[in-house]
T-cell receptor
């Protein structure tokens, strides 16, 4: 069966510090991968998605970036965190079949607090 | 752009009652409509979905209905239990399937 991991689970960082969040998927090959951010009590905002190694699409211009160095690894980064970067970051995957039915499966999330 | 509106934002019901959450979508090309349940501090979990070629789908106490003409879809939970308390998200996805647009969520409280 497929599993998705995220770490760390919780992170507290000062403003201006760098960020690296990691997501890995097991049990599937060539998945579509996604990074979402969820502000407190709010919905899900799609940040990035990737359909293959090295292929990243950005949905929201900001000081975050994403990379996919391996097939089942997705990394969210920042060079300098802002207070507004605080939130719950979710990684998700879906089967890469090119069809319309995009069942997405979410990881456990990383809660980021920027102070 | 594409949009999914979800109502109500908060819903409180008595244990054993039914709960209904409604969503509307704007993109007529949408053809896949999942529902997710998110418990506190966890990632959303897919609980049921419906595809555009059917109007209704049921799984035990949970049912979803879809009206493509009106661009409405709804989640129905019957015989609610305290463990149903969570935030529920509707979503819509269209051709190509890479972008799933989520509603803002409904916080459901089931009172024992």
């Amino acid at each position: 069966s497929q599993t998705i991991h995220q770490w760390p689970a919780t992170l507290v960082q000062p403003v201006g510090s760098p960020l690296s969040l990691e997501c890995t998927v097991e049990g599937t090959s060539n998945p579509n991968l996604y990074w979402y951010r969820q502000a407190a009590g709010r919905g899900l905002q799609l940040l990035f998605y990737s359909v293959g190694i090295g292929q990243i699409s950005s949905e929201v211009p900001q000081n975050l970036s994403a990379s996919r160095p391996q097939d089942r690894q997705f990394i969210l980064s920042s060079k300098k965190l802002l207070l507004s970067d605080s939130g719950f970051y979710l990684c998700a995957w879906s089967v890469h079949h090119g069809g319309s039915y995009n069942e997405q499966f979410f990881g456990p999330g990383t809660r980021l607090t920027v102070l | 752009g594409e949009n999914v509106e979800q109502h109500p934002s908060t819903l409180s019901v008595q244990e054993g009652d039914s709960a209904v959450i409604k969503c509307t979508y704007s993109d007529s090309a949408s053809n896949y409509f999942p529902w997710y349940k998110q418990e506190l501090g966890k990632g959303p979990q897919l609980i049921i979905d419906i595809r555009s070629n059917v109007g209704e789908k049921k799984d035990q106490r949970i049912a979803v209905t879809l009206n493509k003409t009106a661009k409405h879809f709804s989640l129905h939970i019957t015989e609610t239990q305290p463990e149903d308390s969570a935030v529920y998200f509707c979503a819509a996805s269209g051709t190509g399937g890479f972008k799933t647009i989520f509603g803002a969520g409904t916080r459901l409280f089931v009172k024992a």
